[in-house]
């Protein structure tokens, strides 16, 4: 039942992630992209990462989705996107550098076949015990907030500088 | 009283979804009644009471006219967006009643079924996720309309939705760090073990919860995306039939869900108050009722009746918040929606992030000087949160209503003193410039 739902949604997901590159409209790649993400959450809940997969939906296909609506809408994308697409040359360097990073990505998984890590950890048990012990969060939390604490505060500075650089670039503008 | 065996799960599993889907496509049909009977109510008027014994088959009536009615297709609409838009509101707001626990567990022949469509352990966090969801049905019908009013309704219902559920998850985390899990039974377990519901412990909160509550299910004083006065309809303006007919369900689907949500996370969700003997939460596989002076788990007595009466008192609760609703649709005038901005991000958002800090810094201290979870813990808290709350309404009410007679003697002299073009000299100090009149 897991292994047909799980090549079910990564079917799903594939697809969509083409659809969304190959679309011209940009609001119908969005929803291409939502059914990418969604479909991954519940891959990522069928290897028992139920937090992962709440906050796969909640940040990327809630918060990040509805800015994207934001810049296609306000910019009027929407209905007349066909002169904002680019042709020629731009084709042939963005597949170049796709085609590179995919390479890259199929020699490394080549020279080193990786061992599929979370199925090992699912029929361990481990992660089980864990969420009945702590529940799923707090199965998270702990690692998060004291083991790592010190990376973690540093990406969460990483981001308030992102913001604060996006604040003074948009209100330069007014 | 032995686990389930996995076919009877499966059967206990499917009936219970049926029930549960069935129950809310019953009550949003009724609601829709309710609601005109309520105004009705309140314009002092009859309301629809008509068709069969009180109106109770206006929903049907209802219906069947939207079944029979023409459905239009805009020429300039995006066909495929514009159908998509309706499914993608209503999909998420019938789905999220699945991880709300309706009723103490039922004792069967074949094991005990616990009264929950799915007990997830991210619990809270699907429901957050699945309505961020929801916003995408009112912006995609509100786009795809091709129509300025629609877009502008589009537009501004995901800038409100996304700016108080910054406020709802904050309001969330303080339930959260007092219920020490994400789960909606443990959050019941936990009310029922402090003997208090949680919003006494947790007032501000509460408060925070039901303003942004209604914000996010586009409730009147929030509904700036339809505002008939300023947008004709809305992001439905261009629907029609049953296209349109889902709107309006997914709105009270999304109401129901949203009463059963504040039921469960502050008033104790099927937990009867004043009674310790429908308490009863899965803990280490078995069900127990609580712990007694040792520590050790007392096992829990369930029963049928039990059932019934748990699902009685979360039926009145939710009615409860229900009827809070549209008390209030019917009560107060819409906002401005620059006031509503300024509500979520300058007032809500800050509250929220201080009264985080508050309670998880009262928490804390209690569990440092150990104090055991209980009564006495939660006193201590409801007295802190009391104090933030006192706080929080006198800040935001800035002396109109709680100050109420030395404002209107305030605000005389400010007339007065304009209409004299002069400085106002009140007793409460220089205020209101004559000039600016």
Known sequence: MAQILFYAMAVVALGSAVAMVTRKSPVASLLYMVTTLASLAVIFVLFEAHFLAAIQVIVYAGAIMVL???????????HDYRKDLKGGLAAVLSLGVSGALAGLLVSHFRASAPEPFAGRIRDSGILESLIAEKGAVGAMARPLYVDYVV???VTGILLLVAVVGALALAKRRV | MQELSQTAFLVAATLKVLAVFAGVMGVVALLTLLERRIAAFIQDRLGPNRVGPFGILQPVADGLKNFLKEETMPATAAQPYFLLGPLLSLVPALVTFAVIPFASPLPTPWGVVDMIVADVPI???????????????VVMGGWASNNKYSFLGGLRASAQMVSYEVALGLSVVVVLIVAGNVTLTEMVWRQQQMGLWFAFPLSLAFILFVISAFAETNRLPFDMPEAESELVGGFHTEYSGMKYAMYPMAEYAHMLTSSALMATLFFGGWDIPFWRGDDAFRHEGIWI?????EGSPVPAVLAWWKTILTFGSFAVKTSFFILL????RWTVPRFRYDQIMQLGWKVLLPTALAYVMVVAVTVLSLDTVGVPYGFVWGAILTMVSALCTAVFLWVVDRGRILSGAAYGLRERYRIQARTLGREAVTPFGVGGSGTTA
């Open chain 2, 289 to 293: 009722q609580g712990f007694d002076g």
């Open chain 1, 68 to 78: 994207f609506l934001f810049v296609i809408m306000l910019l009027n994308l929407g």
């Open chain 1, 151 to 153: 990376a973690f505060e």
């Open chain 2, 123 to 137: 619990g809270i966090l699907y429901i957050l996720a699945l309505s961020s969801l929801a916003v995408y049905g």
């Open chain 2, 325 to 328: 609703y549209m008390w209030v």
